[in-house]
């Protein structure tokens, strides 16, 4: 079998995706996702300048080899755009290969381990009394992990844009699409201290309100330094979090040691962690407690299960960023490796056909990701249960789009 024709698609059925097909002589083809955030043209440019001319005529079952030889002959390896365009092509073959074999992915690496992956999803509101309100409404549909924040509140400002996405959110409305279409970024204020004080309290309100059997988790968007992420970890004890979600950006990771010592409250980090070098040292010092990786970003199918089995022996547990800039096919690859990794900790959710654009996301999309409860599952079909109507993703194009950006209250620029 011989690769015979790969390609990057940017399409915008609602939101930007970039794909990658791969056809094969024998009839086959292959779905990847390689989209980045902001910077999709990039990732699509890399796949179809850069890479696609070394896949053309290679066996595409030698997934191994073609992974390596991508990545270390790059020279330039390494880095969210080179590592995303590897992803999708990752993916791809590993699609290619289920249907060889006639078996889904997660049979090919090693089997079930689980019947269903425990999902969370995302519960925003411009007051903690929405954000409880949303969290209910996930409760109601058997949801058991919910994560919470206040948006635009809590030390944040956004634009009238921003806040209205948070506002519909809260609302358990379609939610509009925020990246979509923007000229510039949207720009928001943030400052430390109203929102350290601010997420305890939150978190006291929400115990209260939801009671103790949910299991609700918090992303702090990297925003934090070290000590001051150290000092809410240890605030938010009372209250049991799952986890605390990206503490500190990733240029600090050696700080985790610091939020290690001052709390038991558990550390799930790595969404910005693009290649493996960098998790190694967070994982064998036992610094997190859940790798927050993007199959999508890091290397793909093939780099998660690396991972995962790095982690395994020293009691990591995988938890992979999975948002809604992760196209259906992203999602149904991630679930996958969740089936199939014996160390699986929990899944980000993001049921594209429940927000708005859900009938341009159908009609682009068949198959993938279904839900059963608070279990996510992928269909008992060869390759990745998933395929895409291309005449159908080429009517949507691409739509020049940003992720905001968050400044100081002096007008420094801030991580996001």
């Given at each position: 079998?011989?690769?015979?024709?790969?390609?990057?698609?940017?399409?915008?059925?609602?939101?930007?995706f970039?794909l990658?097909?791969?056809?094969?002589?024998?009839?086959l083809t292959?779905?990847?996702d390689?989209?980045?955030?902001?910077?999709e043209?990039?990732?699509?440019?890399?796949?179809?300048?850069?890479?696609v001319p070394?896949?053309i005529g290679?066996?595409?079952l030698r997934?191994?080899?073609?992974w390596q030889?991508l990545?270390?002959?790059?020279?330039?390896?390494?880095g969210?755009?080179?590592?995303?365009a590897?992803?999708?092509?990752?993916?791809?073959?590993?699609?290619?290969?289920?249907?060889?074999?006639?078996?889904?992915?997660?049979?090919?690496?090693?089997?079930r381990?689980?019947?269903?992956?425990?999902?969370?999803?995302h519960a925003?509101?411009?007051?903690?009394?929405?954000?409880?309100?949303r969290?209910?409404?996930?409760?109601?549909?058997g949801?058991q992990?919910?994560?919470?924040?206040?948006?635009?509140?809590?030390g944040?400002?956004?634009?009238?844009?921003?806040?209205?996405?948070?506002?519909?959110?809260?609302a358990?409305?379609?939610?509009?699409q925020?990246?979509?279409?923007?000229?510039?970024?949207?720009?928001?204020?943030?400052?430390?201290?109203p929102?350290?004080?601010?997420?305890?309290?939150?978190f006291?309100?929400?115990?209260?309100e939801?009671?103790?059997?949910?299991?609700?988790l918090h992303?702090?968007?990297?925003?934090?330094?070290?000590t001051?992420?150290?000092?809410?970890?240890?605030?938010?004890?009372?209250?049991?979090?799952?986890w605390?979600?990206?503490?500190?950006?990733?240029?600090?990771?050696d700080g985790?040691?610091?939020?290690?010592a001052?709390?038991?409250?558990?550390i799930?980090?790595?969404e910005?962690?693009?290649d493996?070098p960098?998790?190694?040292?967070?994982v064998?010092?036992?610094?997190?407690?859940?790798l927050r990786?993007?199959?999508?970003?890091?290397?793909?199918i093939?780099?998660?299960?690396?991972?995962?089995?790095l982690?395994?022996?020293?009691?990591v547990?995988?938890?992979?960023?999975?948002?809604?800039?992760?196209?259906?096919v992203g999602h149904?690859?991630?679930?996958?490796?969740?089936?199939?990794?014996?160390?699986?900790?929990l899944?980000?959710?993001?049921?594209?056909?429940?927000?708005?654009?859900?009938?341009?996301?159908?009609?682009v999309f068949?198959?993938?990701?279904?839900r059963?409860?608070?279990?996510?599952?992928?269909p008992?079909?060869?390759?990745?249960g998933?395929?895409?109507?291309?005449?159908?993703?080429?009517?949507?194009p691409y739509?020049?789009?940003?992720?905001?950006?968050?400044?100081?209250a002096?007008?420094?620029?801030h991580?996001?």
């Open positions: 079998m011989k690769i015979t024709r790969c390609e990057a698609i940017v399409t915008c059925p609602g939101r930007n970039v990658v097909k791969i056809e094969t002589d024998t009839g292959g779905w990847g390689a989209t980045l955030n902001g910077r043209l990039a990732a699509a440019a890399a796949v179809n300048d850069h890479l070394a896949l290679e066996d595409p997934i191994e080899h073609l030889s990545y270390l002959g790059a020279y330039w390896r390494g969210p755009v080179l590592n995303t590897l992803s999708g092509i990752d993916v791809a073959l590993w699609d290619i290969l289920g249907k060889e074999a006639g078996q889904p992915v997660y049979q090919l690496l090693g089997g381990c689980r019947d269903g992956a425990l999902a969370y999803v925003g509101g411009v007051t903690p009394e929405m954000a409880a309100d969290a209910r409404q996930f409760m109601a549909q949801y992990c919910v994560r919470v924040q206040m948006e635009a509140t809590a944040s400002s956004y634009n009238e844009k921003v806040r209205g996405i948070a506002a519909a959110e809260s358990g409305k379609p939610m509009p925020p990246m979509v279409q923007a000229d510039l970024p949207a720009v928001g204020e943030w400052e430390p201290t929102y350290l004080r601010a997420v305890p309290r939150f006291d309100y929400l115990r209260k939801l009671g103790d059997e949910v299991e609700l992303d702090v968007h990297q925003r934090l330094t070290p001051q992420a150290a000092g809410l970890a240890r605030e938010l004890e009372p209250y049991h979090l799952f605390l979600e990206d503490p500190v950006p990733p240029e600090h990771k985790l040691a610091q939020i290690r001052a709390s038991t409250t558990p799930a980090i790595g910005l962690f693009t493996i960098t998790c190694v040292g967070p064998v010092n036992r610094h997190l407690d859940y990786c993007d199959v999508g970003h890091v290397g793909g093939t780099a998660a299960r690396k991972l995962a089995a982690c395994e022996p020293f009691a547990k995988t938890g992979w960023h999975a948002p809604p800039d992760l196209s259906p149904a690859a991630t679930v996958h490796v969740d089936l199939a990794v014996s160390n699986f900790g899944q980000e959710w993001w049921p594209h056909e429940e927000h708005a654009g859900a009938e341009m996301v159908r009609e068949d198959g993938g990701v279904t059963r409860g608070p279990y996510l599952d992928v008992a079909k060869p390759g990745l998933i395929e895409v109507n291309e005449d159908a993703a080429r009517k949507f739509k020049r789009a940003y992720l905001p950006v968050v400044r100081r002096d007008g420094g620029v991580p996001w």
